[in-house]
């Protein structure tokens, strides 16, 4: 019984620094993408990307929220971030080139928008900095 609890004590231990080991990488190499996904509206929604963390910003809650990565496909290389949210009728894909700076979004499905593609104001995250 002994060795069961201190195992799980192990465990969570672990769970908390890889966690706190993913926050601090994301911080050092995370994004902000302001993206006008859909041009009929002058909503702009904002997103956090990082290696294997996608957040959106929730202006309601005054923080971003869950990561996507958790549920969705990201890929991370060398040169460039992205994401992709899905559901049974469309991606929508976001990706960051850190190269050149540039941010990107562009949908594949059933959008019923105009445009399925276009640039977003993307900047290296500040820590420390709020977004409103």
């Not at 969570?12 to 601090?24: G, P, W």
């Amino acid at each position: 019984m002994r060795s069961t609890s201190l195992a799980a004590a192990l465990a969570a231990a672990l769970a908390a620094f890889a966690s706190q080991a993913l926050a601090a990488a994301a911080v050092g190499d995370a994004w902000i993408l302001r993206c006008q996904v859909d041009s009929a509206t002058t909503g702009v929604r904002t997103f956090r990307i990082a290696p294997k963390l996608l957040q959106e910003w929730s202006p309601s809650d005054h923080g971003f929220g869950p990561n996507l990565c958790l549920s969705f496909a990201c890929k991370v290389d060398r040169d460039r971030l992205e994401g992709a949210v899905s559901s049974a009728s469309l991606i929508l894909t976001l990706s960051v080139d850190r190269k050149t700076g540039q941010g990107s979004w562009r949908t594949v499905g059933a959008s019923g928008m105009k445009q399925t593609s276009g640039t977003c104001q993307a900047e290296r995250e500040k820590p420390g900095v709020k977004l409103d």
